[in-house]
């Protein structure tokens, strides 16, 4: 196994776990990130000498584990390491809204609470990192979150911008915080190692565990992130209000800007459900406007309308870059949908076509909502697997699942690189079926090539099964 997935934590957890009736997971549990294994070729050649097959020995079959990351399976301890009558734990989130954020809040005060019999009241920290710099916060108890789960947003408030992590770590410990939730995107869980750093410089046993929160679903090695499931739901209206405007005008022009700054997930699944979206335009597939305005000119001769479906940081090469950063330090893209919104109908005038685009961007509507049913359970559970690896010490690691099994992953391996749109993908393929799109954009033309590979383990290993 590629030691980069091993997991720290501040001590030798030696406490009894409290919880009772659970199966409890062993620390070297692993699940293996791509869950498809070659048999050695020699093995499954292996001459039966004599033997016919139903009389052959049920001998191990070895497979081949070259390149197989493997990540250690979350879940109750049977030791656990802090103390519930005295842990003190603080709670964060940063960055942008994300549906399920108050779930996730909700199910880590009452798993600390009911579950550990935690007995201090959390901290939780307003605005983001800002709170924990400025000491601002309140008090959650089960009683104070009782309610939360039913609204939008973040309860405690969330925001973007540096803060010194000597600063922040000053003021955990004069908090006397032993745990430290940081629930947030890549930025936040990159905050969040450096906290680990800057608490273990200074030999504190504090546990720092990250709730990624990606509404996009870019997150290195981790299937699904929470509020991603919502944000299609929520999508699905104004595709179908786009549709239905597009097709109530001559040339009329359904135009949806979904979230999706550097990988186009939202878009993609929402247009395959939607099954009204005619063009898809992700970040992972570039295209030229010439292309686009060619396309619909096709399209207008025997249909007369169109939806397109556009993920923000799709076509951000034939825009100027904005050069600007926020105050996290992320880029400022480039408004693809407001462009466009303006640009097609310009470009199809040129050409003595008439057209009307109908623009809708939801964006704020979609982060902003509740959790979906699937969303409220899982970020749940996430919320229950973080509460399970902080007591028993973990550190430095963020929460996530892989195949359908809930994994600690290291903070670095997480925030390690994006996920991207696979295009030689059951998706992405799924979403040309679905769409009818050609063969005219980038779209099929880059598809060798781009997509990340899994990273190889230094060690070739064997297994068997
Ligand atoms: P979103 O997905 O909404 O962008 P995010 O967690 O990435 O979520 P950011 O605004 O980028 O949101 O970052 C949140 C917090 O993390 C901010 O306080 C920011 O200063 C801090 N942060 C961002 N990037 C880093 C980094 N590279 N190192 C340390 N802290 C960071
Ligand atoms: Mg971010």
Same mark, same amino acid.
């Given at each position: 196994m590629d030691n980069s997935c091993s997991i720290k934590t501040v @001590? #030798?957890?030696k406490i009894h776990s409290p919880l009772d009736a659970v199966q409890f997971i062993e620390d070297n549990e692993y699940v293996l990130l791509n869950p498809v294994v070659k048999i050695l070729p020699k093995e499954a050649e292996r001459p039966l000498q004599g033997v016919s097959q139903h009389q052959r020995p049920a001998t191990p079959i070895p497979f081949d584990t070259t390149n197989k990351k493997c990540f250690q399976k979350a879940g109750p301890r049977s030791r656990i390491f802090f103390d519930a009558e005295t842990v003190q734990v603080g709670i964060v989130t940063c960055g942008g809204l994300c549906p399920g954020l108050n779930n996730v809040i909700r199910a880590i005060v009452n798993c600390f609470y009911y579950r550990y019999g935690v007995k201090k009241p959390i901290y939780g920290f307003r605005y983001g990192y800002y709170g924990i710099a400025n000491k601002d916060y309140i008090s959650l108890t089960p009683e104070v979150v *009782? %309610? =939360?789960?039913? +609204? @939008? @947003?973040s309860y405690l408030g969330s925001s973007r911008g540096h803060q010194d992590s000597k600063v922040m770590v000053d003021n955990i410990i004069d908090l006397g915080i032993d745990i430290l939730v940081t629930i947030g995107g890549d930025g936040t869980q990159k905050g969040a190692h450096q906290i680990y750093e800057e608490v273990t410089k200074r030999n504190k046993q504090i546990s720092v565990i990250g709730v990624p929160k990606t509404v996009d679903n %870019? +997150?290195?090695? #981790?299937d699904r992130t929470f509020g991603f499931e919502t944000a299609i739901e929520q999508a699905q209206a104004p595709i179908l209000a786009a549709h239905q405007e597009a097709r109530s005008v001559f040339n009329g022009i359904g135009l949806v800007k979904l979230m999706g !700054? %550097?990988? /186009?997930f939202i878009a993609l699944n929402a247009s395959i459900s939607s099954g009204d979206v005619n063009i898809v335009l992700l970040p992972e597939a570039k295209f030229t406007m010439e292309e686009l305005i060619e396309y619909l000119i096709i399209r207008f001769k025997t249909s007369e309308h169109c939806v397109i479906v556009c993920a $923000? /940081?799709? /076509?951000? %090469? =034939?825009l100027p870059p904005t050069g600007k950063t926020d105050k996290s330090g992320n880029t400022v893209l480039q408004d693809i949908g407001l462009f466009l919104k303006s640009e097609i109908p310009k470009r199809l005038t040129e050409k003595g076509i008439e057209s009307k685009v109908i623009y809708i961007d939801p964006s704020y509507q979609i982060r902003c909502c509740k959790a979906n049913p699937f969303d409220a359970a899982y970020s749940t559970i996430l919320a229950q697997m973080c509460c399970h690896a902080a007591m028993a010490g973990k550190t430095d690691m963020i929460v996530g699942s892989i195949n359908n099994q809930y994994v600690h992953v290291p903070l670095l391996k997480a925030t390690e690189y994006r996920k991207k749109v696979d295009k030689n993908g059951t998706y992405f393929q799924a979403m040309l079926d679905q769409t009818g799109m050609p063969e005219w954009l980038d779209l099929i033309r880059? !598809? *060798? /090539? $781009?997509n990340q590979p899994e990273i190889a383990s230094p060690e070739p290993k064997l297994a068997t099964i």
């Open positions: @001590g #030798v957890p *009782k %309610d =939360i789960h039913n +609204l @939008g @947003g %870019d +997150l290195a090695y #981790v !700054r %550097d990988s /186009g $923000e /940081g799709a /076509g951000q %090469d =034939i880059n !598809r *060798k /090539g $781009e």
